[in-house]
C-alpha cells in the first residue's frame, strides 16, 4: 500500500494562504489523491482529490508534483473554521474497489 | 441528494456488554460502504467494508463484526464489549471506485 508522510502539525495565520504538504513517494500510477479534513469531533470531510493535474475546487487547490510522489493543499485564505486535521490519502483500488487509509494528518491551527 | 445517517450519537456501555450501531445511506444505490474507528489522538482504522448486501470484509481482527442486510443499511456490532472497543466509530459510503468518501456524524462509544 501507498505509504504518505505529512508533518503533525502546522500553524497559520488567519487569511493567509496555507500550504498543507504531503508526501507519498511509493503511490503508484493510478491511485488517486485525495485529501479530508477533520473538525474536532467530527467525521472527516471530503476537500479535493486529483490524479495527475492540479484540481482547484470552491474549498482548496491541489498542486500535484510531476513525478506524483508528493502533493500540497493550499488554502488561499486560512479561516478560523479551517482549523482541523487534514489528511492526505492515496486512494488504492483494491479489487475493483477503493480502500482509503487514514493516517495521523496535519493539524492545521489558525490564528487570529 | 444523498445522505448518510449514523445513530446513536453518544454512547456508554458496560464491558461485556453488546454493541449495536446502525448507518443508513440514502438517495443512493449500491454504495460502498465502510466502518472506521479513531482512538482518541489517532488516526482512523478501517474496520470493514461491503460492497454489496451480504458482502462484508474485514480489515483488523476484533470482537467486533459487521453486516449489511440491506442495500443502504450497514451494522456494526459486537457480542461482548471490551474497554479497548471505546473511540470514535464512524461510517462512510462511497459511489464507485473514484468518488471520494461521505461519513456520517460518528458515534462515540465509551466502555466503562
Known amino acids: 500500500d501507498a505509504k504518505t508522510t505529512q508533518p503533525n502539525s502546522m500553524e497559520s495565520n488567519e487569511e493567509e494562504p496555507v500550504h498543507l504538504p504531503c508526501n507519498h513517494s511509493?503511490?503508484?500510477?493510478?491511485?488517486?489523491i485525495h485529501w479530508y479534513r477533520q473538525l474536532p469531533s467530527q467525521g472527516p470531510e471530503y476537500v479535493i482529490h486529483g490524479l495527475t493535474s492540479n484540481v482547484n475546487n470552491r474549498m482548496a487547490s491541489l498542486a500535484i508534483a510531476e513525478d506524483r510522489k508528493s502533493s500540497t493543499l493550499i488554502l488561499h485564505r486560512a479561516t478560523l473554521r479551517d482549523a482541523a486535521v487534514y489528511y492526505c490519502?492515496?486512494?488504492?483500488?483494491?479489487?475493483?474497489?477503493?480502500?482509503?487509509?487514514f493516517g495521523i494528518g496535519t493539524k492545521l491551527q489558525v490564528i487570529p | 441528494s444523498q445522505t448518510i445517517h449514523q445513530w446513536p450519537a453518544t454512547l456508554v456501555q458496560p464491558v461485556g456488554s453488546p454493541l449495536s450501531l446502525e448507518c443508513t445511506v440514502e438517495g443512493t444505490s449500491n454504495p460502498n460502504l465502510y466502518w472506521y474507528r479513531q482512538a482518541a489522538g489517532r488516526g482512523l482504522q478501517l474496520l470493514f467494508y461491503s460492497v454489496g448486501i451480504g458482502q462484508i470484509s474485514s480489515e483488523v481482527p476484533q470482537n467486533l463484526s459487521a453486516s449489511r442486510p440491506q442495500d443502504r443499511q450497514f451494522i456494526l456490532s459486537s457480542k461482548k464489549l471490551l474497554l479497548s472497543d471505546s473511540g470514535f466509530y464512524l461510517c462512510?459510503?462511497?459511489?464507485?471506485?473514484?468518488?471520494?468518501?461521505?461519513f456520517g456524524s460518528g458515534t462515540r462509544l465509551t466502555v466503562v
Open positions: 490519502i492515496p486512494r488504492v483500488l483494491d479489487g475493483g474497489y477503493q480502500k482509503v487509509t
Open positions: 462512510a459510503w462511497s459511489a464507485t471506485a473514484i468518488h471520494g468518501y461521505t
Open positions: 511509493t503511490i503508484s500510477g493510478t491511485d488517486y
